[in-house]
């Protein structure tokens, strides 16, 4: 082994050399087949919705459009996963890498920093150009467009294709079981409650450690807010969390836990669980947005389950959907606008209805799915009325998970009051970054 | 790895007798000299490359107010007294600290325990291969990933379906079950056992490796005195695989104070703050908050704190040694 010493240190100082350039090598070979070689022929798009999901299906459909009315072109998908783009996208889109459209996140926290930023396209000469203000809904606009980062005004920067919105699905077996009436006041809601808990089953599926259970503190504050009190926490930066609609709903999702309405042991549980519970027929009522729609059609087999809007109540959480977005070093802007229009159109926008999500633009006379139509029925009273309250962790980055503590301390029985002023300190400290 | 180099300086080492008979490289010494920087560039650039630039980037951007794209706005200071001024820090590093009695005095106190059970007992009793069949299989949670342990402990600790909820139903202590991550009271210390569980195989493996080292002399002897397995090991074992014992507090310690999966994956901090861990606020505030100088003042302040340790330990460990030696 320790023989000849200059020699063997010489074969090693060329093997070391030779493996140096075999890996230099290789890098400029991986370099070149990365990029390069996009031709104005392919269009590289990027989403993260499931393939039997209402818009996976959807997009499908959109994308024979496309390549039917563009001959010639190819659209390239890469299924991303939401996780994958909400931590990379800035990075991602600040290169050469960067898809010619993809779906992203709506909201300040996202698509309203990559805008801020520079990185994504504004499409406002497009929306004139194609008409698309003319399918949205004002509250749906909300959304798609950002001044400095901020929605609400300013050029439009992203184009959903759906909406959302919470809704209370319901078990109507287990209803008619334990005869309890569909409630449509405010009142009747929580009597219907008091009287499962009477039979010992706890009414609402809840989720703590995600967002379902923030969903719920955000419910019982709409239902003690006006328009004006959502557009100053949304984008105001001027939330009180001590005003009266923050101080009745912590105090309430509080006294709801004490009551039995809400499991206490739900503090741990994800989304799924929430879901779980339901669809498994245990609970009797869940509160969650329109994503759940399509699932529980088809997964909802051995009991008849139905949905009516939070009682009492002209704000409930929801918004337009994720969104469309064309980044500034796309290669193929005019093929992504001409894309965002084919998604548009009435067969695209039909088949999102049918396959049970919120289509933007779907003629509800169209709508064959009895389900569907009722989807959209709810949806057009939340529009007609502007009763999209949003969401409650947009008003700065990282809200989400300072809600989802916040809640988990209340369910826990943590004094209402720290656990709000602890928002309002976090509200204050994600604003001033 | 012996380089010819390291013979050429200690050519007397009785470990390498050929050196000697064959004679030629120590005249050669001087100029191969001259070749050893080379041995060190790789490391070096890999050092600057992975820990040194990181590192002085990470300072960099602590002293700054950034979203992590676009322009850096200078604040020298002031991530850092912000950082002191957060409760949920400090409550973060407290749980930090429990992490480390969870994932390297318990593991190395029970894995000395065991070591010694499994070694002197079981190997003497039912043969080596039982032990060595044992030892593999309390060491298996080490090389099983643990983004798919955290899930099947989420499962085991689920509050309504939970494989421990439903044992203890059935075992008639129903009024035990607990939703074990849900409770603030319960789950820093439910996390806690899964690491125990985690780690126990690390020191384990290597004190029975250090077992083997020893002696058997002294325990002859020892036991011709009179020594009760109890004395034996008090005043042989654990003076003798003292090294290991060293290593193996080393280099938990530091993985309690990186620890991050576990969090991650049974509780993301919750409820509330109360698993809150710095590794992950730090994550929280660099990924999710978008205060990526908030969350890098986190992160250097969890590296310094980290190399005092080390620090502290390798001091300690060279003194202890060179008063034995």
């Known amino acids: 082994m320790l023989t000849t010493g200059r020699a063997r240190r010489s074969t090693r100082l060329a093997a070391a050399l030779a493996a140096g350039a075999i890996a230099a090598a290789t890098l400029t070979a991986c370099s070149s087949s990365g990029g390069g070689s996009s031709s104005s022929k392919v269009l590289k798009l990027w989403h993260y919705e499931a393939a039997d999901s209402a818009m996976g299906i959807a997009w499908n459909q959109a994308i024979k459009d496309f390549e039917g009315s563009h001959p010639g072109v190819t659209v390239k998908v890469e299924t991303k996963t939401f996780e994958q783009l909400q931590k990379t996208a800035p990075m991602v889109l600040n290169s050469r890498d960067a898809p010619d459209i993809l779906e992203y996140n709506k909201g300040n926290a996202t698509a309203g920093l990559l805008s801020k930023q520079g990185l994504l396209t504004d499409l406002t000469p497009q929306v004139a150009q194609y008409g698309w203000d003319k399918k949205l809904s004002a509250s749906i606009a909300v959304t798609s467009r950002y001044a400095n980062g901020i929605m609400g005004s300013g050029g439009w920067y992203g184009i959903p294709n759906y909406a959302e919105f919470a809704m209370v699905y319901y078990n109507a077996d287990l209803f008619e079981k334990y005869g309890v009436a569909v409630p449509k006041t405010f009142a009747e809601f929580t009597a219907a409650m008091d009287a499962f808990v009477k039979k010992g089953i706890t009414p609402l599926a809840n989720a703590g450690a995600e967002y379902p259970a923030q969903q719920y503190l955000y419910d019982l504050a709409l239902t003690k807010a006006a328009p004006a009190w959502v557009t100053a926490y949304q984008t105001g930066g001027k939330a009180d969390f001590h005003d009266a609609a923050w101080t009745y709903a912590a105090n309430t999702l509080a006294d709801w836990v004490k009551k039995g309405y809400i499991a206490k042991d739900s503090v741990s549980l994800k989304a799924t669980d929430m879901g779980n519970a339901f669809e498994s027929g245990k609970s009797p009522m869940m509160v969650s947005g329109s994503w759940w729609y399509g699932t529980f059609e088809s997964e909802i087999k051995n009991f008849r389950w139905d949905t009516f809007l939070w009682p009492g109540s002209g704000l409930v959480p929801g918004s337009g959907g994720n969104l469309w977005v064309v980044p500034s070093n796309s290669k193929n802007k005019q093929l992504a606008y001409d894309f965002i229009n084919t998604t548009l159109q009435k067969d695209v926008q039909d088949l999102i209805a049918n396959k049970g999500a919120v289509a933007v633009a779907a003629n509800p006379a169209d709508v064959t799915d009895p389900k569907a139509k009722e989807l959209v029925e709810h949806y057009n009273t939340l529009a007609a009325s502007g009763g999209l309250g949003f969401y409650p962790d947009w008003p700065t980055p990282g809200f989400y998970d300072t809600l989802t503590a916040a809640t988990q301390d209340l369910m826990n029985g943590k004094d209402p009051n720290s656990v709000l002023s602890s928002l309002q300190t976090a509200y204050r400290q994600g604003l001033t970054q | ?325």
């Open chain 2, 1 to 325: 790895m012996t380089v010819a180099g390291t013979a050429d300086t200690v050519p007397s080492n009785a470990a390498s007798p050929d050196t000697t008979r064959r004679g030629a490289p120590r005249r050669r010494g001087g100029r191969a000299g001259r070749g050893y920087p080379l041995y060190l560039v790789p490391g070096a650039v890999l050092f600057l490359a992975v820990i040194a630039v990181p590192f002085g980037m990470n300072v960099w951007i602590s002293l700054n107010r950034w979203q992590g794209i676009g322009p850096m706005t200078w604040v020298g200071l002031g991530n850092y007294r912000r950082l002191l001024a957060d409760s949920v820090f400090w409550s973060s590093f407290w749980h930090n600290v429990l992490l480390i009695v969870a994932m390297a005095v318990l593991p190395t106190a029970l894995g000395l325990v065991v070591a010694a059970a499994l070694f002197d007992y079981v190997g003497k009793r039912f043969g080596a291969r039982t032990a060595s069949v044992l030892r593999a299989c309390i060491y298996l949670p080490q090389v099983m990933p643990l983004a798919v342990m955290g899930v099947v402990w989420g499962w085991i600790l689920a509050p309504r379906e939970g494989v421990l909820n439903s044992v203890l139903r059935d075992l008639g202590l129903g009024s035990l079950a607990h939703d074990w991550l849900g409770d603030p009271k319960t789950a820093l210390y439910s996390i806690m056992g899964v690491l125990v569980w985690i780690q126990l195989g690390f020191p384990l493996v290597v004190f029975m490796a250090g077992l083997q080292r020893i002696d058997p002399a002294l325990y002859e002897a020892a036991e011709l005195d009179g020594a009760s397995w109890a004395r034996r090991f008090r005043h042989v074992t654990v003076p003798q695989i003292r090294p290991e014992f060293y290593v193996v507090l080393l280099m938990t310690t530091i993985a309690a104070l990186k620890a991050f999966a576990p969090i991650y994956v049974l509780t993301r901090g919750g409820p509330g703050y109360s698993t809150d861990i710095p590794s992950y606020f730090s994550y929280q505030n660099f990924f999710e908050k978008t205060q990526v100088g908030y969350g890098a003042a986190t992160a250097t302040v969890l590296a310094a704190i980290t190399l005092v340790i080390a620090a502290v330990f390798v001091t300690v460990q060279f003194r202890r040694q060179d008063e034995e030696g």
